[in-house]
């Protein structure tokens, strides 16, 4: 069972930033394309960016486009969401995602974490 661990969500102001992290404690998941998805209160889940294992292939949804910035560090186990010029409409949980290649539907990522949440306030 694959184990995913987030961090770093919290309350900031509009126009913020924070930078979420996902880790594999103890355990390396640098063969698996990694994603965000982030779903808020009475909304369905949505694909919010994907990254293949090497780090070379990257995909993002249009809404955070040249906003958010997904990375990873294969040697710490770790994958980073950047997340700068926060709108409250980015308020959610967001939850990191293992599969074995990158898209953006949720049923093609076979592990996942608890989630994190993030609220951007006006």
């Known amino acids: 069972q694959v184990q995913l661990v987030e961090s770093g969500g919290g309350l900031v102001q509009a126009g913020g930033s924070l930078r979420l992290s996902c880790a594999r404690p103890g355990r390396t998941f640098s063969t698996y394309a990694n994603a965000w998805f982030r779903q808020a209160p009475g909304k369905e889940r949505e694909f919010v960016a994907a990254i293949n294992w090497s780090g070379a292939r990257t995909s993002y949804a249009d809404s955070v486009k040249f906003r958010f910035t997904i990375s990873r560090d294969n040697a710490k186990n770790t994958v980073y969401l950047q997340m700068n010029s926060l709108k409250p409409e980015d308020t959610a949980v967001y939850y990191c995602?293992?599969?074995?290649?990158?898209?953006?539907?949720?049923?093609?990522?076979?592990?996942w974490g608890q989630g994190t949440q993030v609220t951007v306030s006006s």
């Open positions: 995602a293992a599969g074995p290649e990158v898209t953006a539907r949720s049923y093609e990522y076979n592990y």
